[in-house]
């Protein structure tokens, strides 16, 4: 937010004369015949308005409006929509610009207020020298969530700045740092705190129980279907997931929430951080996670676009692709004991070689189109274009890159069954790991669907700590 730009506003509230967006313009040395211009003026007014009304004070850009026409900007009442004061075409035909304009000249010329206000305490965070979001800030917003808010109650009123200043100045800047390390993505994380309530017979507003920020494509925002992140302390955790808008006002008809209710996969619905681990986690990690998230779940997300917005089939979700998943809770804590039963069985071993190798070359080929979906997305097509398979023999299936460009071998493990079916590795495959363990990861394809060419998946990384190994056969040599 422009702070110069707001100090300019109030300073012309307290004047008291209303003045033209050429003003503002001139003050951030744009041109107003060029199309960016506009959207930046647009922008930085927006903004100051949304953070004034965020902290329920008026609309200070209502004090600028057109030299010509003496009235207020579409993007003025387009803003109050946002807001949710009204629609825009009612603001406009009621001239409610004028109202908030008086509002905000009655507010600022109050001394009281300019000596609260108009000097911002809001804090700026970054990832590394900045506090991470805190137990006791959770426990904090736990005790305030859903309480009828009171605004005549210093209690109240200081309880609602420190959320502000927190938690959900702590989310926007998370969704922030998101979006800045991703490739053709914005955020919506305006920080509306409260929510519509009732007490005593009469509406009032009361204390929201979560934060939320909306993360999705460019140009998307209309479709309100969205990656979400947020602090909810009634679950005691940082939240982050695949989701969409459900409220009565979503430009979502009942049957598209529907779809979206169905077709969003339920390891996409909701992945959290608890509380009780936050202390092992900061901003870096935070951040790297979620951006890993939405890389991850990129082509998920367009496919519940197209199919909601009426542009896929319904049989052609979720095909040709993997979800990522936590990695499995619940393994084994030693070696099974071996128990065979010597029992003879016919095995036609041409058949089940063939399709074992058939099963292994779609996982192969799917983790080749992730690998290089998630570089494309990150803005590094160059890397894209070098991701590949490995040759027979080489100890691994798919080269792939870091965004640093480091290589990064990949081994791949398929299966029809669940997360906990065993695997096998070669010997050449081991000792390959053994030697490149710091670049070597094993993605475990599982639930693979032939009909969907699909499956989920999880990552191996730290082989020594997550893997147990069995041998199950010898290589036998004659003794001298």
């Known amino acids: 937010m422009n702070q110069e730009i707001r100090k300019f506003l109030i300073d012309q509230c307290v004047l008291g004369e209303p003045i033209y967006y050429e003003d503002v313009a001139k003050k951030l040395k744009l041109d107003l015949a060029l199309d960016k211009d506009r959207n930046i003026l647009s922008r930085t007014l927006g903004e100051i308005s949304a953070y004034e009304y965020e902290n329920e004070r008026p609309l200070i850009s209502a004090i600028t409006i057109y030299k010509i026409g003496n009235d207020h900007g579409p993007g003025f009442y387009k803003l109050c929509e946002e807001l949710g004061i009204g629609k825009a075409s009612t603001l406009r035909r009621k001239l409610f610009g004028f109202t908030a304009m008086e509002n905000s000249k009655k507010f600022w010329q109050d001394e009281f207020n300019r000596q609260q206000f108009y000097e911002l305490k809001t804090p700026v965070y970054n990832s590394i020298d900045n506090p991470f979001i805190t137990v006791e800030e959770l426990e904090f917003f736990r005790k305030w969530a859903n309480r009828v808010y009171d605004k005549s109650n210093k209690d109240h009123y200081s309880a609602k700045e ?33 929510k519509r309530d009732w007490k005593d017979g009469k509406r009032a507003s009361s204390f929201k129980p979560y934060t939320w920020a909306r993360i999705f494509k460019n140009g998307g925002k209309s479709k309100d279907i969205f990656f979400t992140v947020g602090v909810d302390p009634l679950q005691k955790a940082l939240v982050y997931k695949l989701d969409y808008y459900h409220e009565g006002d979503s430009k979502l008809n009942h049957e598209q929430k529907e779809l979206c209710e169905k077709y969003i ?44 917005w009426g542009d896929n089939k319904l049989e052609t979700i979720f095909t040709n692709n993997l979800t990522l998943r936590d990695f499995p809770t619940g393994g084994l804590s030693e070696l099974p004991k071996l128990n ?45 274009e070098k991701v590949k398979f490995a040759k027979d023999g080489q100890g691994y299936d798919v080269l792939s890159f870091n965004k640093n460009g480091s290589e990064i071998y990949i081994e791949v493990k398929t299966t029809r069954g669940n997360d906990k079916t065993p695997f096998y590795l070669s010997e050449n495959e081991k000792l390959f790991l053994e030697r490149n363990s710091k670049k070597y990861l094993i993605y475990r394809l599982y639930n693979y669907d032939y009909d969907k060419n699909y499956a989920d998946f999880f990552i191996i990384r730290d082989i020594e700590n997550q893997l147990l190994f069995q041998p199950t056969e010898f290589k036998v040599y004659l003794r001298k």
């Open 340 to 384: 065979p039963n010597f029992k003879g069985t016919d095995v036609d071993f041409l058949k089940k070689n063939k399709e074992d190798k058939e099963l292994g070359d779609f996982g192969e080929e799917l983790v080749l189109d992730y690998e290089k979906n998630k570089l494309r997305e990150k803005g590094l097509d160059k890397l894209a």
């Open 265 to 308: 996969p339920v390891g996409l619905k909701w992945n959290e951080i608890p509380e009780s681990e936050l202390l092992t986690w900061d901003w870096e990690s935070l951040i790297k996670k979620t951006v890993e998230f939405i890389s991850a779940n990129s082509h998920h997300y367009d496919q519940v676009v197209k199919m909601v």
């Open 162 to 194: 420190y959320l502000l200043e927190t938690v959900w100045y702590k989310t926007k800047f998370w969704s922030n740092e998101v979006v800045d390390r991703l490739e053709n993505y914005e955020t919506s994380n305006r920080r509306a705190w409260s």
